[in-house]
């Protein structure tokens, strides 16, 4: 019984240990905005270059332009052009990260419902980088607030960054 009873506590203690680890990393793995710009100055791209030059790799999504920039520290990976968020439904300007990442996802919003989104990276709320099949309006403002590439770019896209990689939006 003895032997039960000190196998049947480490067994508990066990779980509990397994359970408080897995608590934790669910509460570290949600990335909320790192600093929100309210009024970007006219030379926010090369602040942001400068800021983030230590930083590996990073997304750089500039509203004003429609590009997308993947960086490697100062060096430029990709230039692609995409399609952000409507004046209706902007695009959320600051610092993020990714923080979720799908090879497929569906999304949804009052109107609309849009099933298998390809290569999906969520970097705020809801907002995220991805493929888009059903357009091709690519350097025009067209989506709800997301960030849509070709799905071939995005496949590429999502490949190389990592969950934790920083992306800065700037108009």
């Known amino acids: 019984m003895t032997f039960l009873s000190r196998h049947a506590l480490m067994r508990l203690s066990g779980n509990f240990c397994t359970g408080v680890m897995l608590l934790l990393a669910t509460s570290f793995s949600f990335s909320s905005p790192i600093l929100a710009v309210s009024n970007p100055s006219a030379n926010t791209t090369t602040e942001s270059k400068l800021k983030h030059k230590e930083q590996s790799r990073w997304i750089e999504i500039d509203l004003s332009e429609q590009k997308l920039k993947a960086w490697e520290g100062k060096q430029l990976i990709y230039s692609y ?3 952000t968020g409507k004046k209706s439904t902007p695009t959320p300007t600051g610092e993020f990260s990714i923080n979720t990442k799908y090879r497929s996802s569906r999304m949804r919003g009052d109107d609309y419902d849009i099933p298998d989104v390809p290569y999906a990276m ?3 709320k809801g907002y ?3 493929g888009a099949y ?6 025009t403002p067209v989506s709800h607030g997301c960030v849509n590439l070709p799905v071939n770019k995005a496949r590429k896209l999502y490949k190389w960054a990592g969950m934790g990689t920083l992306v800065v939006v700037h108009k």
């Open 128 to 130: 995220a980088i991805h």
């Open 134 to 139: 059903w357009h091709d309006n690519f350097g």
């Open 81 to 83: 052009q995409i399609s």
């Open 122 to 124: 969520y970097f705020y």
